[in-house]
């Protein structure tokens, strides 16, 4: 509960009522700051004093969904659509939800309801096209992603996801023309650098792949996943000293990318030095195996 929290039955109604309303708003103040636990007391002694606002409910189940309290969030959202039936948000929220649980069915089902109420809903229609790549339906996912870019051809995020589903199906050249979307867009976007970089290297454009990564790796120094990938690409062009330096970087950054450490142990087979090569395969192993 808030600090000064009242009971609701010391509070005439009219008062309730007003107080309920400033500790929502002050709740989606805290939402916004990402300071969850305090959004949630304002919530629950908002809905104590005023049970029958939906907005409260929805309010607060979208809190527990973000920092994962999933069951609680889903009561929640249960009650929202009790007051609200017809509620995108809460349908689409409680979907999230259902989807980060692995219900990916019921998820399902809200967000198909959900966008019947609310067809353009670009969030909507982004968690779906989410659920459709989990259910390996990854030809549906791609026409929500066509949707979404239809809607607003002018959001960088839009063209990367269906660059990243592109490259997950091995259409490296789709993926890169996505990529490239996205980057005309927002030419510093560090995400669709990195991965059309990544699809560059699988399809063996050594030279346009270490452009690219090298320009992510600029923009955003941390980038454990682009020091990876770019020196996986720095050993295909033959300097495995700088190769071996980022693949360092980037298990620095990350210690437990796994694939980083088979790539650094290929290499240091490559280069006789064996001993190093067998603890880098020995950690790998260890990481996704367990041994």
């Known amino acids: ?5 009242k009971d609701a039955a010391e509070l005439p109604d009219a008062a309730a009522q007003s107080r ?18 305090a959004a949630i007391a304002d919530l629950t002694e908002s809905i104590a004093l005023v049970p029958d606002n939906a907005r409260a409910w929805r309010l607060r189940g ?61 969030w909507i229609l982004e968690a779906k096209a989410d659920v459709l790549v989990d259910l390996d339906r990854l030809d549906e996912a791609l026409e929500e992603h066509a949707k979404i870019i239809a809607l607003n051809e002018e959001l960088p995020y ?16 789709e993926a890169i023309e996505d990529y490239t979307k996205a980057l005309e867009a927002n030419p510093e976007y560090v995400r669709a650098l990195s991965r059309r970089g990544e699809a560059y290297r699988m399809i063996d454009r050594y030279e346009e792949a270490l452009a690219d990564l ?15 990938s770019r020196g996986a690409v720095l050993s295909e062009l033959g300097d495995n000293e700088a190769a071996l330096s980022d693949l360092n970087r980037a298990i620095e950054l990350d210690p437990e990318y796994i694939w980083a450490f088979r790539v650094r142990g290929e290499i240091l087979q490559e280069m006789d030095r064996h001993e190093e090569a067998i603890s880098d395969f020995t950690r790998a192993l260890h990481l996704e195996f367990g041994d």
């Open 214 to 228: 090298s320009r992510a790796v600029e923009l955003d120094p941390e980038n454990d996943r682009a020091y990876g």
């Open 62 to 122: 979208e809190s527990h969904r973000v920092i994962e309290r999933y069951e609680a969030a889903l009561e929640d959202f249960d009650e929202a659509l009790k007051l609200e039936p017809d509620s995108a948000y809460a349908l689409g929220s409680r979907g999230q939800t259902y989807a980060a649980m692995g219900r990916l069915d019921e998820a399902m089902t809200d967000f198909e309801h959900a966008l019947t109420l609310s067809p353009d809903s670009l």
């Open 1 to 5: 509960m808030s600090e000064g929290i």
């Open 158 to 173: 839009s063209w990367a996801a269906r660059g990243d589903l592109y490259q997950r199906m091995h259409l490296y050249a």
């Open 20 to 37: 309920a309303s400033v500790l929502r708003s002050r709740a989606e103040s805290y939402i916004a700051l990402s300071r969850y636990d």
